[in-house]
């Protein structure tokens, strides 16, 4: 049963622009959400996170925002760059030391 | 740099031979969790240790199991190896203190059956 849905498997963005990676979720119990990036031949390494009691967390080129109502999250990176593509995980957690990953979205940035 | 290390990086083994991957941490946490992936899935969560406890998932098969010795290591162990357990194999860690839950990723082990 998965409880964290990535619909897209890929996504291909010119690079300067914008990419919005969306993801979904089922569990109402879920409390934090992450995402994680990660490149060939590495493991996946942590991106940015948000709480359940937020709506919006920025780093730099990356925020993340959530919808609670919808179950809904999403990862903008803006301008997107070469070295964005990547595969990008969606995670969640309900705080016991678990988490529920989504299957990934493939991002693809032209030059 | 502290990290999570994965070794190999590439098994390949015969059906039914039994093989172990190995996971060593710099990070001194407590929880380290096994993960298989395979292509084009979400990672799958096998098993997980906090501290000493050893936490096994529901529909993790019996043919997996896994060997904490200390702190530090942590061993994924095949006993009979199918054809459908080739997959990537990650290993990662967590410190429960840190209520956030950010797991750490080694590289991974890429599993291949013969």
């Known amino acids: 049963d998965q409880q964290v849905k990535q619909n897209s498997p890929s996504l291909s963005v010119q690079e300067g622009r914008i990419s919005i990676l969306n993801c979904d979720y089922t569990n109402s119990m879920f409390d934090y959400f992450l995402w994680y990036k990660k490149y060939p031949a590495e493991g996946p390494t942590f991106l940015i996170s948000i709480s359940s009691i937020k709506d919006k967390n920025e780093d730099g080129r990356f925020t993340v925002f959530l919808n609670k109502s919808a179950k809904h999250l999403s990862l903008h990176i803006v301008p997107s760059q070469p070295g964005d593509s990547a595969v990008y995980f969606c995670a969640a957690s309900d705080n016991d030391y678990k988490l529920s990953f989504g299957a990934g979205t493939t991002v693809t940035v032209r030059a | 740099d502290a990290m999570v290390i994965q070794n190999p990086r590439y098994q390949v083994t015969q059906f039914g031979k039994p093989v172990t991957l190995s996971c060593s941490q710099t990070l001194n946490h407590n929880v380290m969790y096994w993960y298989q992936q395979k292509s084009s899935q979400a990672p799958k969560l096998l098993f997980h240790?906090?501290?000493?406890?050893?936490?096994n998932e529901a529909d993790t098969p019996d043919n997996f199991q896994s060997r904490r010795p200390n702190t530090s290591f942590c061993f994924l162990d095949i006993r009979s190896p199918g054809l459908g357990d080739a997959a990537m194999y990650l290993c990662a860690t967590s410190d429960s203190g840190n209520s956030y839950n950010e797991q750490f990723f080694g590289p991974g082990t890429r599993l291949t059956v013969l």
């Open positions: 240790y906090y501290d000493k406890d050893f936490n």
